[in-house]
């Protein structure tokens, strides 16, 4: 497999994998949610019923792996197969070639495995002077190619018609038009025909492996799998040793779920049960370890092993829709492979996809054995990172950075005198640098597709702690009187965007609380853990659980820090039982803004913020806020129904807007191709407004939406509202207003 930086300059270059990627996602995401309504309504049972009944038949399998091993491996060779257990690819390969030589064969016709991928079996195969066909229709386009798969399921997805009947007319020397789909996969299947008549063996995956009946699960939609298996003389089956389920009932409760969340359909063409070999026919299973069983004995990941292969993680993944998986992955593409990659093939081969994930969730919310994939790919960067630093671009000078940014006062002091040196270029909330410091070279390809945010002298906490804020108009709803609320500013929004702070305060003023902000404060430890630092992160995490303490509630204007707070602190400080309990504390009474107005103590009545203005706006949701926190048009309806607001729907309104943290600075072409499409969405709106609730969407978006010339504002919920209280607009100190001598910017 060439070098990541190789397969992802690849990737980047080629126009067609994103154009057809985001085509994919779309269609398979109407289909997946048809099929999955359709067997919600069916069984009277929800998606997260279905999929929990399911992952718990894999943990019984992981709880009992040996004897369920046994089980199958017993029935299967009553039935007349023969089964081997291999613990590596070399062992497998040298296995499988054995057997072919033993039989004769020169010629393996392949149905789809992917353990075959996992071993890279058809070069050594070929390295022994056998000849493998893959008979899958888009694994034989790869074949052709030269190529490997990019997704689990639809293994040349990323290949758009024309490239294909291109292909075709090289290599097989006549026409085919890229429209007439028919004509190609007719050559493909007169191409393939003979080779299942002449070859002496066939090779096939495995969906399922049965304990109790030593029998094989696969499902398939083109029939191929089906002629590999029955037709030659020996019939090869590649297994990895999780493919394992206890029984015929619980096979069919993956069957429910695995072709609705790979393709959308309610079933596959084919559905076949394998038990044994066919008469004169010789059978034999191969069973991959290749790094499962320390997988297994690791808690962190160990429910990766439930995985059934159905690619859904990739089919809704943002980095994946600009990369596809050649990049987004190694052998085994999308979420999954994030995870399992570095106990297959190695840290090294792990860390480049890993350097691309967003952690925006999506993953976790289809995967229909509930694998939390998030967390997992989260812990496997953590030692990804630890293992090969300078894996990745940017590897080692994220690491510093990080590192510097666990000490307030260097961030404080750097951002200071920042803020002055740029002084002189700050325009219209943003930093126009000069075209010719740009030029064309890495330096626009870094910064020049999001401008960059204007970087003031003084933070938001300035104003807040010294009190330079004019008492607001309070609103005839006072849900807050007498209430202490300590505001959590968020490191970005405080430094960055101070205005969104000082908005979130005047509301909650205006609502009555008393709010308290203390200067100490600095950052939840967000950007440290999502960049695998969890050292830096935990003692960030420390430092503001010390510093939130002593007020009724907390409330932040940023949804990311609350899903720090509240979802992954405890699991961050697992191992300290005095902060963790501190977490679990805090967990219960921190609240991001829009939460604490509309189901929090703040919640305020219908119609509190209508001023009247009807102006039409969109709203781009935070994706963790709804991948992780659960929540899905929560500031829709509450723009609706108290500020009396018109809410153009925006689409794929709670993807990823391409932030992702450090990525975005790590990786910036790919962060600019999601935000391409999410910025395509809002001008599918036609709003002049777009709102969001997380300082870290609303710095990418404004950035975009500047560099790319389009007229549409970007501002925060806390803003757009506190410009709609009675009788004020957000809170702006007088002119020549000063904190301890120096101006307020």
Known sequence: MRAFEERYEAALADPNVREGLTAFQRGWRTSRDTAIAHLEAQEDRSFDDLRAELAAVKDRVLADWDHLLDQFTRNAEAAGSQVVRVATPGEANERITSILRDAGATVVV????????????????????????????????????????????????????????????????????????????????????????????GLSGTNALIAEGGAMLTVENEGNNRLAVALPAVHLVTAGIEKLVPTYADAMKQVRLLARSATGQPITVYTNFITGPRPGQAQHIVLLDNGRSAMAEDPDVAAALRCIRCGACANVCPPYGVVGGHAFGHVYTGAIGLVNTAFHHGAEAAAGPQSLCVSCGACATVCPVDIPLPVQILEVRAEVTDAVPDAVPAGRVTRLAIAAFEHRWLVDFGLRLTGVLTSPLRRDGVTRLPRALLGNGRLDA??????????????????????????????????????????????????????????????????????????????????????????????????????????????????????????????????DAGHRQRADQLAGRVHDLVGYLTEGPGRLPAGSLDDGDRTPVTVHRFCQASNTLGREDVVERFLEEVAGVSVVPLPEAGTCCGFGGSTSVRNPRLAAGILDRKLACVDETQAHVLITDNPGCLLHLRGGLDASGRTVRAVHLAEYLAGRLPGAGVDRPPAGATISGHPVP
């Open 110 to 201: 392949k149905g789809k495995s992917m353990v075959s991928e996992e071993i890279g079996l058809n070069h050594h195969l070929e390295a022994n002077g056998i000849v493998p066909v893959e008979t899958d229709l888009g694994e034989w386009i790869l074949q052709l190619a030269g190529e490997t798969p990019s997704h689990l399921v639809m293994p040349a997805i990323h290949k758009r018609k024309e490239q294909v009947a291109e292909l075709f007319e090289r290599v097989l020397g006549r026409t085919f038009p890229p429209d007439d789909i028919e004509r190609m996969v007719a050559a493909a299947r007169t191409e393939l025909r003979q080779r299942f008549l002449t070859s002496g063996a």
């Open 446 to 575: 870094w910064i020049g597709w999001r401008t960059p945010p204007a970087v003031p002298i003084r933070p938001a906490r300035d104003r807040l702690v010294a009190g330079g804020l004019r008492e607001p108009p309070p609103l005839a709803s006072q849900p807050l009187r007498g209430r202490r609320v300590q505001l959590f500013l968020q490191c970005l929004a405080d430094r960055l965007a101070p205005e969104v702070p000082v908005a979130a305060a005047t509301l909650l003023r205006a609502a009555g609380a008393q709010v308290l902000v203390r200067r100490e404060q600095h950052c939840c430890g967000l950007p440290a853990y999502d960049a695998g630092e969890q050292d830096v992160a935990r003692s960030m995490l420390r430092q503001t659980l010390d510093v939130l303490e002593g007020a009724d509630d907390v409330v932040t204007p940023a949804s990311s820090c609350l899903a720090m707070l509240c979802h992954d602190a405890p699991r961050l400080l697992r191992d």
